[in-house]
């Protein structure tokens, strides 16, 4: 693709699916439209150390729906569940950084996050989920 640059940080779509934020229940973020993006997708959640509570848990799993509103667990490229490794207040840094890539042409149309947060009595978790995906019509992109 002579003639061609790409420019990563602006053609690429940054999206929130679960803003950083210091949460003390289940979140259900708000789901995204993904038929306009095109190729893997990489989702990531950014936790900080859990504080208080009794042995507070964060799970997160990524969903898809054919119609957003009946939402079951998506798969990741190698055909398992979309599920992140559990954080509580033990783990280490790389599990408080993590990704999934999944492909969005073997998605429904419609992905969202949803973090179970458990034992947080008193307590909070710090934490965000983002998606970087690859729009299907990129600036500069052939017809």
């Known amino acids: 693709m002579a003639g061609r640059h790409h420019d990563l940080k602006n053609d690429l779509d940054r999206i929130t699916l679960i803003a950083f934020s210091t949460y003390t229940s289940t979140q259900t973020g708000t789901a995204v439209d993904c038929s306009a ?3 893997i997708a ?3 959640l950014k936790a900080a150390d859990i504080t208080g509570g009794t042995s507070p848990t964060l799970d997160v799993e990524i969903q898809d ?3 957003n509103s009946t939402f ?3 798969s990741d490229i190698d055909g398992t569940d979309c ?3 559990q954080v509580d207040a033990s783990n280490t840094a790389a599990v408080k950084d993590q990704e999934i890539f999944i492909d969005l042409g ?3 149309r419609y992905i ?3 973090a179970t947060i458990a034992n947080a009595q008193s307590g909070a978790v710090t934490f965000g ?3 970087i995906c690859v729009p299907k019509d990129q600036p500069g992109s052939k017809s």
């Open 112 to 114: 969202r996050a949803l």
């Open 129 to 131: 989920v983002e998606m």
């Open 37 to 39: 993006r095109d190729g």
């Open 72 to 74: 079951a667990t998506a």
């Open 65 to 67: 729906s054919a119609d």
């Open 42 to 44: 990489i989702v990531k």
């Open 106 to 108: 073997t998605q429904n």
């Open 83 to 85: 599920d992140f490794t």
